[in-house]
């Protein structure tokens, strides 16, 4: 079992930045991957990156590259999300989640494990 708990959103205006975290706990290996999706009302979850928990491989959504980096702090059991530059577009409720998988990554139903997830509100 892995538990996940999301926090560090909030409501900002466009243009500005954000760090959300999620701290694991539980059964996490290395060879797990730890995904940030997000979404919004009436929309399906949405892929936004993901990064290995031990090697830092990570991968991006196109509409968030650039803007967003993935990171983990593996002494704090912690993965981070740093978003800059944010859209009213990328207002959403922000989910962490943890998989045992090595592909289809940015399928949302690959993962295993998800925490309750974080409000993000971008105004313009």
């Known amino acids: 079992q892995v538990q996940l708990v999301e926090s560090g959103g909030g409501l900002l205006q466009a243009g500005g930045s954000l760090r959300l975290s999620c701290a694991a706990s539980?059964?996490?290996?290395?060879?797990?991957?730890v995904g940030w999706f997000r979404q919004a009302p009436g929309q399906e979850r949405e892929f936004v990156a993901h990064i290995t928990w031990s090697g830092g491989h990570a991968e991006y959504a196109l509409s968030v590259k650039g803007r967003f980096t993935i990171s983990r702090d593996n002494a704090k059991n912690t993965v981070y999300l740093q978003m800059n530059s944010l859209k009213p577009e990328d207002t959403a409720v922000y989910y962490c989640?943890?998989?045992?998988?090595?592909?289809?990554?940015?399928?949302?139903?690959?993962?295993?494990?998800w925490g309750q997830g974080t409000q993000v509100t971008v105004s313009s």
């Open positions: 539980g059964r996490i290996f290395g060879s797990h991957r």
């Open positions: 989640g943890v998989s045992s998988n090595f592909d289809n990554l940015m399928n949302s139903q690959t993962y295993d494990y």
